[in-house]
């Protein structure tokens, strides 16, 4: 295992914080803390992604998205993580991995299904199944609640924005989880079970959406995106994009909220009392802090276009730039007592987790919806949850997500 120690000053410009034993250990907090204060714009020679630099203060990272055109998102380049996405076997044209002008067009024919309006149609069904699942939990048990809540209700909530069949939705995870694992490199086998996974996902969408614009327009993601006049356009690669974008946009993230959330409440009790005495002012502000803190992407990677000068270093064309949104998310100087989960937090939405700019989330309405929904049925059951044991993490610098959460809850009887 890496050693997780703090490093010396001259060697703040060389660290690696890509390192998955440090967020396996959750011990990244102190390491961006200095490269904040003392290195923000820093360099990695040396990493198992390679070269690449980090930009870890809260303005810089709003500046770089700012940038679209000097710091590209293309697949072309390497694509928005830190590992290369250039040499995995098939290509999934996402538009997240896409710059203007095609990206835009892409993104327009998407927007209409998360509308308000489109949002509101939903949350009915999204408040009854969170209800059903919290019901069913046992009290004065331990139960793990990655697997029996994050996992079980983010699936259930993807089945019901696409309005998948509900005894086929067991097939929406590993289909997520296949189309996300762009890191397995050129590997054959492995590529050659990720494109058949990918297909049968492609084939059994397209059957769906083919229904669906047979039928008059519903408010469910497919439906809607059937009816969008530039969805229709575009080729096979690109339509497979778009669907596994949203598949695996709403899978980790979400799943890894609701986890988030438990790991605050448990860290906070009085705060978390306050939002069960005041749900209806409160659960909002406790879903956003959540996303702030929890950070379920950790970083988006750009690459350098041209030679750019920041904060008195000099980025070169082609180099990688990761955006470091969970220390952006902690930056004093925008969140002060940074590390509090404060749901009457006021600045508390400009957290950086959905990103910023050109392609900041189209999710973010749904994802604060569901998490926010998952505050308020907890808070009229009274549910108090507390931990039972140690959390285990995720060993990645990308998805900053959990294992297993041990916990025993209790819940009122009214
Ligand atoms: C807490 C939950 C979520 C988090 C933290 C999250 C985070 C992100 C981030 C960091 C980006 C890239 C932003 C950038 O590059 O500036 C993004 C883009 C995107 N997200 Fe989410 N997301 C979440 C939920 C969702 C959900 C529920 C959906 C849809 C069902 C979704 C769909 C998308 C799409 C389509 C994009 C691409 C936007 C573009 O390139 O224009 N996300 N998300």
Not at 186 to 208: C, S, W
Request: with cysteine.
């Amino acid at each position: 295992m890496a050693s997780l120690t703090m490093p010396d000053p001259a060697e703040l410009d060389r660290l690696d914080v890509s390192r998955g034993s440090l967020w396996e250990a959750n011990a990244w907090r102190p390491l961006f803390a200095r490269l904040r204060a003392e290195e923000p714009v820093s360099f990695c020679p040396q990493s198992a992604f390679g070269p690449y630099w980090s930009i870890t203060r809260y303005d810089d990272i709003v500046a770089v998205e700012g940038d679209a055109q000097t710091y590209s998102s293309s697949w072309e380049h390497g694509g928005i993580v830190i590992f290369d996405m250039k040499d995995t076997g098939v290509q999934l044209r996402m538009f997240i991995a896409m710059d203007d002008p095609e990206h835009a067009e892409k993104r327009k024919a998407i927007a209409p299904a998360v509308t308000p309006t489109a949002m509101a149609a939903l949350a009915g069904a999204i408040r009854q199944r969170t209800a059903d699942l919290l019901d069913t939990l046992p009290e004065g048990e331990v139960f793990d609640w990655v697997h029996t809540v994050s996992i079980p209700l983010t699936t259930a909530m993807i089945a019901t924005l696409f309005d998948f069949p509900w005894d086929e939705r067991h097939k929406l995870a590993p289909w997520s989880d296949w189309c996300a694992k762009i890191d397995i490199g050129p590997d054959p086998v492995l590529n050659a079970e990720r494109e058949g996974h990918i297909f049968e996902m492609a084939a059994r969408f397209r059957e769906l959406y083919d229904e669906r614009k047979a039928q008059p327009v519903r408010p469910d993601l497919l439906s809607m995106m059937a009816h969008a006049d530039s969805f229709g356009e575009m080729d096979e690669q690109r339509f497979i994009g778009a669907i596994a974008l949203l598949l695996v946009g709403g899978n980790d993230t979400t799943r890894n909220s609701m986890s988030g959330m438990i790991e605050r409440i448990t860290l906070f009790p009085e705060a978390w009392a306050q939002v069960k005495a005041d749900p209806a002012r409160l659960a909002g502000g406790a879903a956003t802090e959540t996303i702030r803190l929890q950070t379920p992407i950790a970083h988006m990677r750009r690459t350098a276009t041209r030679d750019v000068e920041l904060h008195g270093k000099t980025i070169r064309k082609g180099d990688k730039v990761v955006l470091w949104y969970n220390s952006g998310n902690r930056d004093e100087t925008v969140f002060p007592d940074a590390d509090r989960w404060d749901p009457e937090r006021e600045n508390s939405r400009r957290h950086l987790s959905f990103g910023y700019g050109i392609h900041r989330c189209l999710g973010a309405r749904l994802a604060e919806l569901q998490l926010t929904t998952l505050i308020e049925e907890m808070a009229k059951r009274d549910m108090d949850v507390k931990l039972a044991g140690e959390i285990e993490r995720l060993a990645s610098c990308f998805t900053n997500g959990y294992e297993h959460i041990p916990v025993t809850m209790s819940r009122s009887h009214d």
